[in-house]
């Protein structure tokens, strides 16, 4: 398996977790169950999950009236597209190699 499938995989498989855990949230707040923490859900978020974590927030319509939400999570993809950008701009030192 490279490198590219393996990253592929890994960003897949958390967004969909942080899509899921949007909806599992948000079913749980109608059924006035235990609820996800909001520091999980951020989380989720940092560690690679913010695209899903946002489509899962309009799709489910769910913390949509936070601020923290609503800024937080584009701000977080506004970080990591940042950051993929720089790795992918960052000059390589082919003595190294």
Do not use: C, W
């Not at 989720?44 to 899903?52: C, D």
């Not at 913390?63 to 390589?92: C, D, E």
Request: no cysteine; hydrophobic share 55%; aromatic share 12%.
């Amino acid at each position: 398996m490279d490198v590219i499938t393996l990253l592929s995989s890994y960003f897949i498989g958390i967004n969909l977790i942080g899509f899921a855990l949007m909806g599992i949230d948000k079913y749980r707040a109608r059924k006035r169950a235990f609820r996800i923490p909001e520091a999980t859900l951020f989380i989720i978020a940092v560690i690679g999950g913010s695209i899903g974590s946002i489509i899962g927030m309009y799709a489910f319509r769910h913390k949509t009236r936070h601020r923290s939400f609503v800024y937080g999570m584009p701000f977080i993809l506004f970080v990591q597209i940042a950051l993929i950008i720089a790795v992918l701009n960052a000059p390589i030192d082919i003595s190294v190699l």
